[in-house]
C-alpha cells in the first residue's frame, strides 16, 4: 500500500530547512511513501519547488493566511486541498516553534489519521499569554514532534511543556555521495589568483543569526587566508560594507547563493561557522563528510555534530579574537586539520547521512498509523 504524506512549510524563502525537506523527499521509499509538498507561493522558495520538481514530487500551492479574515475566507480551501489528497500524514516542517499554525488547523479540521511536525531551529519569541496559549493548542493535535537535535528537544520540553514521549529526536542527514565524486579544482584560483593562501569557508544564508559580522571581524586578525562566504540574504550588503570598512574587499569574497556545495568544500582548507544559535545545521555535516575541519560558535546543536578537539573546534560565539584563534590554530597545523577532518568524516558517515534520517522519519510515520490500528508496511 502506497500511504500519501502532505508536507509543508510556510517558507517565504529557502535556506537549511529548505534543504532538509528536499533531503527527505528525496529519501522517500515511493513503493510506500507519496510526498505531496504544500506550500504558498513566492519567488523566495524557487529553489525549493524546482527541487521538489526534478524529485517528482507533486506541489500544492495554498494562500498565505494573513489575519482572522484570510483564516476565515482561505482556510476552507486549504482543507478542501488536502481532503483531495487522502493524506495518511501531515507533516509540517518548522523553522520556528510557533510557525505552520494554519497548517496544523487545516490538517486537524481536515481528519488527517497522523499529524508530525519537523522543529528545525527554536528561536527565542517573545511569549505572551496569547502565544502561549496558540502553541497549547497547536502541540494537542500534533502527535509527534521530531527535534533535529537534543537542544531542541529540550527547549521545546522547557518552554512550552510538551511531553517528553511526544518528542523523538532525529538528526538531519545529508547524502553522502556528492563527496565522494570528483571536484572542480579550479576554483580555488579564481578565489586566491595563483598564490598558496589558505582558503576558509562558510556557506550560510547571510542573516543576523549566522553571526557573520564577527566572521568578518577574525578575517581582519588572519592576514594570511582568504575568507569566502557561498550564500545570500538580508545581511550582505552590511557585511560587504564591513569587509570594505576593514579593507578586505580582496580577501573576503561573497560568492552569492551556491548550488555546487562540494565543489566549494574541496577547494577549501578550512570550514567555519559562526552561528548565534541553530537546530543542526546541514553546512556543518556537509563539511565533515567532505573531510574538512571545522570550527564553529560552541552552541546548542553546533555541539552535538562537533566534538570539541575531536572533530571539529568549538569557540565562544560573538567573539572574533577566539574564532581567528581558533581559525589560525587549524591553519597552522597540518597534523591537527588532518586528525579533526578524518574523525569529523567517520563521524558524518556514521551519524548523519540522509538514508538513516529518512528511515527514522518513516519509522515514525509507521509507529503512529499502527497506534491508530492501521496497518502499515515493515520498511522505510
Known amino acids: 500500500m502506497i500511504r500519501t504524506v502532505a508536507h509543508y512549510l510556510e517558507s517565504a524563502e529557502f535556506g537549511g ?5 528536499l533531503h527527505l523527499l528525496a529519501g522517500l521509499d515511493r513503493r510506500h ?8 507561493p513566492g519567488p523566495g522558495i524557487t529553489p525549493l519547488l524546482k527541487g521538489a520538481e526534478n524529485l517528482n514530487v507533486e506541489l500544492r500551492s495554498v494562500p498565505r493566511m494573513q489575519g482572522k479574515r484570510s483564516l476565515i475566507t482561505r482556510l476552507p480551501k486549504f482543507i478542501q486541498a488536502l481532503r483531495a489528497e487522502h493524506p495518511a500524514i501531515f507533516h509540517a516542517h518548522l523553522h520556528s516553534p510557533i510557525a505552520c499554525k494554519d497548517g496544523f488547523i487545516a490538517a486537524a479540521l481536515a481528519r488527517i489519521p497522523a499529524i508530525v511536525a519537523t522543529a528545525q531551529l527554536f528561536v527565542e519569541l517573545p511569549m505572551s499569554r496569547f502565544t502561549y496559549a496558540q502553541q497549547q493548542c497547536v502541540s494537542r493535535v500534533v502527535d509527534r514532534y521530531l527535534a533535529v537535535s537534543q537542544e531542541v528537544a529540550m527547549r521545546l520540553r522547557q518552554t512550552f511543556r510538551i511531553p517528553p514521549q511526544k518528542i523523538d529526536v532525529v538528526y538531519n542527514g545529508i547524502p553522502l555521495t556528492p563527496f565522494t565524486e570528483p571536484a572542480n579544482t579550479a576554483l580555488r584560483t579564481t578565489w586566491t589568483g595563483c598564490t598558496e593562501q589558505p582558503v576558509v569557508l562558510t556557506i550560510a544564508r547571510l542573516h543576523q543569526q549566522k553571526g557573520l559580522r564577527y566572521l568578518v571581524e577574525a578575517a581582519a586578525l588572519v592576514p594570511q587566508a582568504t575568507f569566502v562566504l557561498a550564500g545570500d540574504g538580508p545581511e550582505r550588503a552590511n557585511l560587504e ?3 570594505a570598512t576593514l579593507g578586505l574587499r580582496s580577501r573576503v569574497l561573497f560568492l552569492g547563493h551556491r548550488q555546487d556545495i562540494a565543489d566549494l568544500l574541496a577547494n577549501c582548507d578550512l570550514f567555519v561557522l559562526p552561528s548565534l544559535f541553530e537546530g543542526l545545521p546541514l553546512s556543518i555535516l556537509e563539511a565533515m563528510a567532505a573531510s574538512k575541519p571545522v570550527v564553529a560558535s560552541a552552541i546548542g546543536g553546533n555541539d552535538e555534530a562537533v566534538i570539541h578537539g575531536q572533530t571539529g573546534l568549538l569557540v565562544p560565539p560573538a567573539q572574533p579574537a577566539a ?8 591553519l597552522s597545523d597540518v597534523t591537527l586539520g588532518q586528525r579533526l577532518a578524518a574523525a569529523g568524516r567517520a563521524r558524518a558517515y556514521e551519524q548523519f547521512s540522509a538514508e538513516a534520517m529518512v528511515q527514522r522519519v518513516t519509522h515514525v510515520y509507521e509507529d503512529i498509523l499502527a497506534s491508530r490500528g492501521e496497518k502499515v508496511h515493515g520498511g522505510c
Not at 17 to 21: D, G, M, P, Y
Not at 33 to 40: A, G, I, K, N, Y
Not at 323 to 330: C, P, R
Open 323 to 330: 574564532l581567528a584563534t581558533a581559525i589560525q590554530a587549524v
Open 17 to 21: 530547512t529548505e534543504q532538509a525537506v
Open 33 to 40: 511513501w507519496r510526498p505531496v509538498l504544500f506550500h504558498h
Open 241 to 243: 560594507a564591513q569587509a
